[in-house]
């Protein structure tokens, strides 16, 4: 069971899913804004803030 994973895994390997993540917070730092779904934006807001 998943039960307290921290992870979110989005469907994908670790490295893609880190590249994602990546490009998702740079996008937001430098527009201020991103169009991008919940579960995506949720494992970002993690990824931004501590």
Known sequence: MR???RVKKL???ASHRKA????LAS???E??????THSKA????Q???P
Not at 42 to 45: G, L, M
């Open 20 to 23: 994602t993540l990546s490009n």
């Open 27 to 29: 996008s937001l730092i």
């Open 3 to 5: 039960h307290q994973k």
């Open 31 to 36: 527009h201020k804004r991103i169009k991008t």
């Open 42 to 45: 949720k494992a970002t807001q």
């Open 47 to 49: 990824f931004i803030e």
């Open 11 to 13: 469907g994908r390997n």
